[in-house]
């Protein structure tokens, strides 16, 4: 994918598209996905009739994951970052990581239905894909991050062991998400001014379901998205429509969406109460929660690099991306002496806030082993420490 | 005491024994990993199964005393979907 030339923005400006060439490009876009579509259904249909079909056993993951683009964990595929070097700017769908709670479901689009309801809406109803891909469509480039994203970490650092998906810096990605805003279907069923939780569930056959307040629900760029890099959301992906919610843990980015539940009273669930909550004695639970709940990333950096990897000696040009929920990133530094001195790398463009950012340093690389750190800040001053607590989860 | 883990679901679904010492044989034959937990009528965890990784089989031992006991997995939803059984321990006549 080339490089997408975006609008210029004011520091304060997090929004990241434009809409005149949405519109134009979305009516194309629409049609290319319709005909998309017509070979997806029936690949997805399978020949069963219901509206999520399962064969029996069914693989975790439907995309394929080998073992040189991917770390396999189970239904989890983390990206390696040596794939990502030289790299455009957007991580191609093929090699975007897959982080599944159970196994990717087959939707069948023509009898999807999304179900908007609950006490926070006066027109409650159901949506069909068509009713969805005829509204308004916009594009932004943002990041999905598992919150988990570095979790490995926390044994490196602490001796023991957080719980979960062992990631290294993989469960990260960037594509161009193409949908229509939330808010655009929320106001369609009657949005209450007294509505203050939105929680969408998945398809899946655990229905994952996590709520988020209705500010961010309403934001301008929080989407019900169909497609990924100017291609139908693949299975995997979240097929056929998935939340992006940006700047978040991942998991707020709910896919295979199938109801959407407002509510005027607090919502819960598994996800924000058990799970997705910072434990560990510092951290005082708020009941029915265990402890505090995630809400927006934390930054974080990675080479274009293989863990643990071997480059030849001489003067080279070290690549690597940095990026942060908060905002765009304005300066990353880089330490080939674990820390001692610090060194600014240069950022190349673009730099789409909630995306990341792509730099590069030159290093005069003499023979020997070598623990490389970058650091970066972002434009509210937000940086990465040298360490963090740990905590029973493994979150930030 | 042997119980099979799949999604979502515990086999047996509910047991009975006697007090005493137990000895808890796991198997996951699910696709992916499971908690096994024992807690008993307050909430109490009895002991666990931190890792259960599909196609493994793991043991535990615990002493249970007359009373009603629940199996879960706590991954989140995974209860909510069915990953709960029933332990009734009956003492002796």
Same mark, same amino acid.
């Given at each position: ?66 073992? #040189? ?97 062992? %990631? ?92 959407? #539940? ?44 293989? %863990?643990?990897? #071997? ?11 940095? %990026? ?17 001195? %610090? ?18 340093? #030159? ?34 | 005491?042997?119980?099979?883990? &799949? ?57 249970? &005393? ?28």
């Amino acid at each position: 994918m080339p490089d997408r030339g975006e609008t210029e923005h004011s520091p304060g400006d997090q929004t990241g598209w434009g809409d005149t060439e949405t519109s134009q490009g979305g009516l194309s876009r629409r049609g290319f996905l319709r005909t998309l579509l017509g070979g997806v259904g029936a690949t997805c249909l399978g020949g069963l009739g219901s509206p999520v079909a399962r064969a029996q056993p069914a693989p975790l993951v439907l995309k394929p994951t080998p073992p #040189e683009f991917f770390y396999n964990h189970g239904s989890n595929s983390e990206m390696r970052w040596e794939v990502m070097a030289n790299r455009g700017y957007l991580v191609p769908n093929e090699f975007f990581f897959v982080r599944n709670h159970t196994r990717t479901p087959r939707v069948d689009p023509g009898t999807w239905r999304l179900r908007v309801e609950g006490s926070g809406v006066g027109r409650p109803r159901a949506f069909t894909y068509d009713e969805i891909l005829n509204m308004p469509a916009v594009s932004v480039i943002r990041f999905i991050e598992c919150a988990g994203n570095g979790r490995s970490f926390f044994e490196v650092a602490y001796g023991r062991r957080a719980q979960g998906t062992q %990631w290294k810096l993989g469960a990260i990605g960037v594509a161009e998400w193409t949908g229509v805003p939330l808010r655009e279907v929320l106001e369609r069923v009657g949005l209450k001014r007294t509505a203050r939780d939105v929680m969408p569930e998945g398809l899946d056959d655990l229905r994952v379901r996590r709520p988020i307040p209705i500010e961010k629900a309403l934001a301008e760029d929080t989407l019900l998205v169909y497609a990924m890099n100017g291609d139908v959301l693949p299975p995997d992906h979240g097929f056929p429509v998935r939340l992006l919610v940006p700047g978040w843990i991942g998991v707020a980015n709910i896919k295979w969406v199938g109801r959407i #539940e407002v509510s005027e009273t607090p919502l819960y669930s598994p996800w924000n109460t058990e799970s997705y909550v910072l434990i560990e004695p510092e951290y005082r639970p708020s009941p029915p929660a265990l402890g505090p709940t995630l809400t927006v990333q934390n930054l974080k950096s990675a080479f274009e690099l293989p %863990w643990d990897g #071997e480059i030849p000696a001489g003067r080279r040009l070290l690549r690597g991306r940095s %990026w942060s929920g908060h905002g765009r990133i304005v300066r990353v530094e880089v330490s080939f002496d674990r820390g001692i001195s %610090w060194q600014p790398a240069q950022l190349r463009d673009p730099n789409i806030p909630q995306a990341w950012v792509r730099w590069e340093v #030159e290093w005069d690389a003499r023979p020997g082993q070598y623990s490389l750190r970058a650091r970066a800040t972002d434009e509210r001053g937000n940086g990465q420490p040298a360490s963090v607590p740990f905590n029973e989860q493994g979150y930030l | 005491m042997a119980f099979t883990a &799949s999604e979502f679901r515990w086999d047996p679904g509910e047991v009975a024994t006697r007090p005493g010492p137990v000895t808890f044989r796991v198997t996951n034959a699910g696709q992916l990993e499971h908690v096994f937990l024992v807690q008993d009528s307050t909430g109490r965890a009895i002991v666990t199964i931190p890792v259960l990784l599909p196609g493994r089989t793991e043991e535990v031992m615990a002493t249970v &005393s007359s009373g009603p006991y629940t199996i879960l997995c706590t991954l989140a939803g995974h209860a909510e979907a069915g990953m709960i059984a029933r332990l009734i321990v009956l003492a002796a006549p």
